[in-house]
């Protein structure tokens, strides 16, 4: 992380000695060791309250994935349901295909126009048949 060897060590704590002075350093230093302790602290709390939200999210998408797969059970439930009453309504025994019930009300059906007429179509004629062609009747006809 940091590049610093033992030659730069020893350089700080020369020049903190010579600013600081011999009856200072160990204060400084002891007041040095209490700020790297609380910021150390500090970093562990951060670090683990962190961890303890990510696995409160882990069981809030465990529960969430939990309920919808319950949902999924339900409609497939209803959907297991409505294909029986399908299927009871599309059997011939059932009384929906015997006729309308007492409490449904049957409309009158108009009755359907009759197809307009057509004139008769005149009847084609054909030429007559040459002697000497290929007839198609049969031989009882000649």
């Known amino acids: 992380m940091f590049d610093i060897g033992f030659p730069e060590l020893l350089l700080v704590s020369v020049i903190t000695l010579l600013v600081l002075g011999p009856e200072r350093l160990p204060e400084a230093l002891r007041s040095l060791g209490l700020w790297l302790g609380r910021a150390r602290r500090s970093f562990t709390r951060v670090k683990t309250e ?4 990510i696995g409160m999210d882990e069981v ?3 529960l969430h994935n939990e ?3 319950e949902q999924m059970k339900e409609i497939q439930q209803d959907v297991d349901a409505f294909s029986q009453d399908i299927r009871g309504v599309s059997s011939p025994a059932s009384p929906a295909s015997q006729g309308p019930s007492a409490d449904e009300t049957v409309e009158p059906v108009a009755p359907a126009e009759p197809a307009p007429e057509l004139p008769p179509e005149p009847a084609s004629e054909l030429p007559p048949e ?3 062609s290929a ?4 031989a009882d006809e000649r």
């Open 50 to 53: 962190i961890e303890r939200e």
């Open 60 to 62: 809030r998408r465990q």
């Open 67 to 69: 309920a919808i797969m």
């Open 130 to 132: 040459m002697p000497g």
């Open 135 to 138: 007839s198609t009747a049969t």
